[in-house]
């Protein structure tokens, strides 16, 4: 079997849903983007912002990501975004320049589709295209469907944090899962 931290075994196929097309968020993307994590930040304990971030702030983060690098996509079937990903810095201190941490967020109306994985799989090839040599997913609440998600890419838990997020009147958990991205740490980056 291999060590899913250094050498992922299992496969990340970016065949997409029938009729869905991933790819590069373009700027004209950015208002569906932002209608569909507003829905799940003011719904769900995936995210822990509290308010949903304007359309502005939305393309501020869009233009900082894909000008540091890292990649920015959608899932769209015609003209219509039913879910976007992307990968940014794991953490900002200089060391964990080879680490990336993923976010994938689906329409609600799309869910169980295959768009999150066919998402998360391209996201994995495009990180590991620029070079990065590890992805970490910071899961919030534990939320059931984006651990499912994760671990049929091969990610692996990676540990628990407890009561770190205070959301809807309760304390949130996050689980850490993480997986290697080309060789891992089989060589240098
Ligand atoms: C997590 C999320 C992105 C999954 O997207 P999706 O398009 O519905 O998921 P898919 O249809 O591609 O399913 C991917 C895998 O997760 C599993 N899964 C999906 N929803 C599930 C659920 N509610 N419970 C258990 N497993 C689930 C599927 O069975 C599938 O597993 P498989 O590949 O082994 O068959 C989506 O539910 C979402 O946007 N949730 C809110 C935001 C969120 O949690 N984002 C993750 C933050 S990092």
């Not at 201190?93 to 869910?111: F, G, I, K, Q």
């Not at 059931?144 to 628990?160: E, N, Q």
Request: glycine share 12%.
């Amino acid at each position: 079997m291999n060590d899913p931290l250094g050498h992922p075994g299992k496969g990340a196929s970016s065949r997409p849903a029938a009729d869905v097309t991933i790819r590069a968020t373009t700027e004209a993307d950015l208002s569906a983007v932002q209608a569909i994590y507003a829905h799940h930040v003011a719904t769900g304990t995936a995210s822990f912002e509290l308010e949903p971030p304007e359309l502005d702030e939305i393309r501020r983060r869009w233009s900082a990501l894909v000008s540091g690098g890292y990649p920015h996509l959608v899932a769209a079937d015609g003209a219509t975004v039913l879910g976007y990903a992307y990968a940014g810095a794991y953490r900002p201190r200089p060391a964990y320049r080879h680490s990336v941490e993923d976010s994938v967020y689906v329409d609600a109306a799309a869910h169980g589709r295959g768009i999150g994985r066919a998402l998360l799989a391209r996201l994995i090839e495009e990180s590991e295209r620029r070079g990065f040599r590890q992805m970490v997913a910071v899961i919030g609440d534990n939320v059931p469907a984006s651990i499912a998600l994760h671990a049929s890419l091969g990610f692996v838990h990676a540990g628990r944090l407890t009561a770190v997020g205070f959301k809807f009147g309760r304390w949130c958990d996050s689980t850490l899962m993480q997986r290697a991205l080309g060789p891992g740490d089989g060589a240098p980056p």
